[in-house]
């Protein structure tokens, strides 16, 4: 079973150093040096994604019983592709080790959880970073500063620490708050925008009218979340 995730770690080491377009000589001892770590770090970032699902499953929980619904959806994670790390890295213009990528890159663990009405997001944001384990490193609120494409989201990188049979280590997570619609228009979006051998008049077509959708999906996000006020106030239970 060892023997078999080593060759797994080994694999995805061998594409991010195809990406970086490392000599032979170099790859050799860049596997040698680290696919034990490598495997290891990947593991630590695994735990840290657990760690703070796991906190949002608890709010989810704790806050249906104050508000009789539970304010997300869903909750998606993912951890960064070999392929995406050595991009990254590359755009860099810093060579890949283990160190390297812990200490340049913030977004290799992520977790994207999904609200009913906008409220919500600042809602489970607030409750998030008041934990005494959790710190934030970096915001960036593309809700009230939305991107010049469209893109609506609440992005986080907080730091948490996992704990080891023999240590704690502090890890980093990316999180994205959106709602439905913010999600629905932001995964079309990433569909068109990478999307390979599309005429870039059709490309520049359907960006425009993506942007009036993102206006139309804000504009039903407040008013979903003006409707579901009014319904609360009016003593409106859901089901």
């Given amino acids: 079973m060892e023997n078999t995730s ?16 490392v000599s032979p000589e170099e790859a050799r001892k860049w596997l040698e040096q680290n696919v034990q770590p490598y495997k290891e770090l990947m593991a630590y970032y695994r735990c840290a994604i657990m760690e703070i699902e796991t906190k949002f499953n608890v709010l989810n929980e704790e806050l249906s019983l104050k508000y009789d619904r539970n304010p997300i959806e869903t909750i998606k994670s993912r951890l960064k592709s070999p392929e995406s790390i050595a991009e990254k890295m590359r755009r860099k213009n810093i060579f890949p080790t283990v160190q390297t990528i812990e200490d340049n890159l913030t977004d290799i663990a992520g977790i994207r959880v999904i609200c009913s009405f906008p409220a919500d997001i600042y809602m489970l944001e607030k409750a998030l970073l008041e934990q005494d ?19 609506r989201s609440l992005h986080l990188i907080v730091e948490t620490p996992i704990f080891l049979h023999d240590r704690k280590k502090l890890m980093k997570v990316e999180v994205q708050l959106r709602t439905i619609s913010m999600d629905w228009w932001a995964s079309l979006e990433h569909k068109i925008k990478y999307k390979k051998d599309i005429d870039q008049n059709v490309v520049k077509e359907l960006e425009k009218e993506l942007l009036v959708c993102a206006e139309i999906a804000a504009k039903l996000d407040a008013k979903m979340e003006d409707i579901n006020k009014r319904a609360h106030e009016a003593g409106i239970e859901e089901d």
């Fill in 6 to 21: 080593i060759q797994v770690a080994g694999n995805e080491i061998a594409n991010i150093l195809n990406e970086v377009r």
């Fill in 133 to 151: 384990d959790v710190r934030l490193v970096e915001k960036k609120d593309y809700i009230q500063n939305p991107k010049k494409n469209g893109y």
